[in-house]
């Protein structure tokens, strides 16, 4: 069986503007540094033209990727990678589509079949487990499924939502994860791994050979299930199960993807989370750890992504590491404001951030994720699956219903983040 990696217009032109954008992105930290170490509150007069052009510069590569992201014909493949069995690659041309990826905001509802999104998953449930479907024709037709068979698939359109619902409490996507639909149970997606290198030639001399290559990371979709238990009597006469059920399923599945995207093994049953990724920056607050008495740390890590030609959008951090640095004060007791590097620095906060890591003699520490994280791939599976434990709880009167999909990790460039690790309070 072969294996096809897409490789659209959009993502060649974005993967373009995206390395322009680091180059200026550096020339404006490189001022922003090179003022903060000679002491300064602000850009010196003598650099001031210059930054402010360079501000520019991004602001318009930033607005042409968004431009060239919404452009449906962006999307058309420009070419394709076959892999053969026995692991040959051959190239070729498709008009194929690429495998659909979304930002945070972005549903998978609002893309697929428009059919059924009115229809209602309490309903749906209540007909599928207890057989009542008065008022819910509409859910009985979309119903798939044979109990003896070891379940139910969700019917697409409320498989969908669960999904959205899921993929709205992750901070990972928050902060710019992209989430990709994996039609099979495997998908490859092609990175960039080189740029072409440009050189100067004398006349009637050979041009030195100069290769764009690609490896390609895969998504290998792995199970994550929940059980979500109530009673009998709330199953039958509760007017808001739709909300109650769906909202403890999703709520439980979300966290659990955005925990095993920092923090998963890689074991084979879960996905290999950004912590056990190798290529991923390290940045130490010591041998013992150490708490934060200014923003330097994260000055570094931002510093260790633009080596590796990534712009950091945005930081991952427990609650109590914000806490510690919205209390930082000077030697007057004045507040400290962050800088003007990390203006563009998204911060954002989960509990599903362990706090009593340890680090040498340090018991309490923790971690915190600075990246670009569009480089972070989550891959979902568009199916849900419900199964009754109908007996399992029988003796107490509650009903339980065991959920799952399918999903994994990726990170297609690990250089793009950096872990700040021991941070303690």
């Not at 607005?63 to 070729?92: C, H, K, N, Q, W």
């Not at 569009?374 to 709880?393: A, H, N, W």
């Amino acid at each position: 069986m072969e294996h096809i990696v897409t490789i659209t217009a959009m993502q060649a032109k974005i993967a373009e503007l995206r390395f322009k954008g680091s180059a200026i992105s550096r020339d404006i930290q490189q001022i922003i540094w090179q003022a903060q170490r000679d002491g300064l509150q602000d850009i010196p007069v003598a650099k001031r033209a210059r930054f402010d052009d360079l501000e520019k510069q991004f602001e318009a590569i930033q607005a042409e990727i968004i431009a060239t992201e919404e452009d449906p014909a962006s999307r058309v493949v420009d070419r394709d990678v076959r892999m053969l069995p026995g692991g040959e690659f051959v190239t070729g041309r498709t008009a194929a589509r690429s495998p659909m990826s979304l930002r945070y905001h972005e549903r998978l509802a609002d893309r697929g079949d428009k059919r059924g999104q009115d229809a209602s998953f309490g309903k749906w449930l209540k007909g599928t487990i207890m057989g009542d479907w008065r008022g819910a024709d509409e859910e009985r037709a979309m119903s798939i499924g044979v109990p003896s068979a070891g379940g139910y698939l969700v019917p697409t359109p409320l498989a969908l939502g669960i999904i959205d619902l899921a993929r709205n409490q992750s901070r990972v996507l928050e902060a710019g994860a992209q989430t990709v639909e994996m039609q099979h149970e495997t998908l490859r997606i092609a990175r960039q791994l080189t740029d072409p290198v440009a050189t100067w030639r004398a006349e009637s001399t050979p041009i030195a050979l100069s290769d764009l290559t690609f490896d390609s990371v895969q998504l290998n979709a792995r199970t994550l299930a929940v059980i979500v238990k109530f009673s009998r009597e709330l199953f039958e006469d509760a007017p808001n199960l739709d909300t109650v059920v769906r909202n403890s399923m999703t709520k439980s599945l979300g966290l659990e993807l955005d925990r095993v995207a920092l923090y998963g093994t890689g074991d084979g049953i879960q996905p290999r989370g950004l912590k056990t990724t190798p290529g991923v920056g390290i940045f130490s607050m010591g041998v013992n750890g150490g708490a934060f008495t200014n923003y330097d740390p994260f000055i570094q890590a931002i510093l260790q992504v633009a080596s590796n030609n990534e712009t950091a959008n945005a930081a991952i951090m427990p609650p109590r590491a914000a806490a510690s640095l919205a209390t930082l004060k000077d030697s007057q007791g004045r507040y400290l404001s962050p800088p003007t590097a990390l203006t563009d620095v998204q911060m954002l906060t989960t509990k599903q951030l362990p706090v009593n890591l340890t680090q040498g003699t340090a018991t309490n520490a923790a971690d915190i994720f600075v990246g670009e994280w569009s480089e972070l791939l989550l891959g979902l599976r568009t199916q849900v699956g419900i199964q009754l434990l109908d007996q399992r709880y029988a003796d107490t009167g509650e009903i339980a219903m065991l959920a799952w999909l399918r999903a994994d990790v990726a990170v297609a460039h690990p250089g793009a983040f950096t872990v700040i690790q021991g941070v303690t309070p």
